[in-house]
């Protein structure tokens, strides 16, 4: 693990409840366009600015809870709260690639907002501070936050481009049949890019207000240039508690309530769809297997609907009493990514003929998303209905999981029902 200086200098950290005047002030997205970051998950929210150290990881050699632990011991805490996610954390997104460097930052300035809990903030500088000057100084930061940093202009025109294009996109998908025949396996994931560009510089809050909005029930977030609201749930821990929701198996939703039952029963019902979803849950569950006591991994999957698309999901859940080995949920994250649903199966031959097929790097599309705190909790999403926005640039991404038998177009419908995502969020003429 590499800090951003060879020596860790010394950090000092104060949590403290936020009382509702400064909440009220503060705006929630604002942060996303002032070096900040965002997450939320209906049950928690956090949001922040500025960083206060740059960490490193080598996602395989030294991403384990050990290393994790280290990078908190250089903190002196002073947590006024004791909640969940309260003191410093540790924050980002991660790298598909697992050859990838692992960069995270611990954040200067969080925001949290429990729904059953209230709202606080930690605060995370380079020299110690108390309580009434963590408010005065939050009292001054507050206020820059209390508007979006820009006004939202509408572009004149958007343009979007296929990477590959879709008759591009349908060789591959033919070429890795083939391939997959050849190498005996059961499935890979393949993606597709579209770039948006357009006549103005897109704002962030604006599109994850946006998304917030229309996927309340997804996991929206922002950190950096990466952004999406993701409906899958890779891993969360809170004390021993560790659970896992992945998704595999899709069908469109039309609007109709009649049509869209009838096609979430053909879902249940498919063989193929059923085969998909078995081949990522049951892997979820013996990995999580090898590090906790006690795994239930429920006999029927049930079925998760979005705005367009409903899928086949899992609620997995799993204890851990400690007694094995101290565990992080940023250690969970590297142990369960990628899952099948991400990779394919089985998963080091999925990732090579990912990198052959595809050629160029997926970047935190696909990767794990989230946070963890001192104690070693934290929650984390697959970075999936996700865009890379930069400037007047915005790239999305979307993946499907491709059997033997898959047919190339109904994959390729499929991809551009999960496009819309944010294609609705982006493109607002």
Request: a negative charge.
């Amino acid at each position: 693990m590499l800090t951003s200086s060879s020596e860790p200098r010394q950090l000092f950290s104060i949590s403290i409840w936020l009382d509702d005047l400064l909440v009220n002030q503060f705006n929630r997205f604002a942060c996303v366009d002032n070096n900040g970051f965002y997450y939320s998950n209906g049950n928690i929210r956090l949001n922040g600015c500025d960083i206060a150290r740059h960490v490193h990881f080598d996602f395989i050699g030294d991403l384990t809870s050990s290393e994790i632990s280290n990078v908190f011991s250089t903190i002196e805490n002073t947590d006024l709260v004791g909640e969940l996610a309260s003191g410093p954390l540790l924050v980002g997104a991660l790298p598909f690639e697992r050859s990838t460097q692992v960069d995270l930052f611990i954040p200067e300035l969080v925001i949290v907002t429990s729904r059953d809990k209230g709202t606080w903030a930690t605060l995370t500088l380079e020299h110690p501070v108390n309580e009434s000057l963590a408010r005065e100084y939050l009292a001054k930061k507050l206020n820059l936050l209390s508007s979006p940093s820009g006004f939202d202009l509408s572009p004149d025109y958007f343009v979007l481009r296929s990477e590959p294009t879709k008759d591009e996109w349908l060789e591959i998908v033919k070429l890795s049949q083939a391939k997959m025949a050849e190498r005996h396996l059961e499935k890979v994931v393949l993606s597709r890019r579209v770039h948006v560009s357009s006549s103005n510089s897109f704002t962030k809050s604006a599109i994850l207000e946006r998304l917030s909005h229309l996927y309340p029930t997804c996991t929206t977030f922002c950190f950096g240039d990466f952004l999406g609201a993701s409906p899958e749930l890779l891993v969360s821990k809170i004390d021993t508690e560790i659970r896992s929701v992945p998704l595999a198996g899709t069908v469109a939703r039309s609007g109709n309530s009649a049509t869209d039952l009838h096609e979430i029963d053909q879902m249940l019902e498919s063989q193929k769809q059923r085969l998909e979803h078995n081949i990522t849950s049951t892997w979820v569950a013996a990995r999580l297997a090898e590090y906790c006591d006690s795994v239930n991994l429920p006999k029927v999957p049930s079925v998760v609907s979005l705005r367009n698309v409903s899928h086949l999901s899992s609620s997995i859940s799993a204890n851990y009493s400690g007694e094995k080995k101290y565990l992080s949920a940023l250690e969970l994250a590297r142990i369960l990514h990628p899952t099948p649903a991400l990779a394919g199966f089985p998963i080091i031959e999925s990732m090579d003929l990912i990198s052959e097929l595809e050629g160029i790097p997926r970047g935190n599309y696909g990767a794990p998303v989230g946070w963890v705190d001192s104690r070693g909790n934290g929650d984390y999403v697959v970075g999936i209905r996700s865009a890379t926005v930069t400037g007047r640039n915005a790239t999305l991404y979307s993946g499907v999981g491709i059997l033997p038998d898959s047919d190339p177009r109904q994959e390729l419908i499929e991809t551009q029902l999960k496009l819309q995502a944010l294609l609705s969020a982006i493109v607002r003429p």
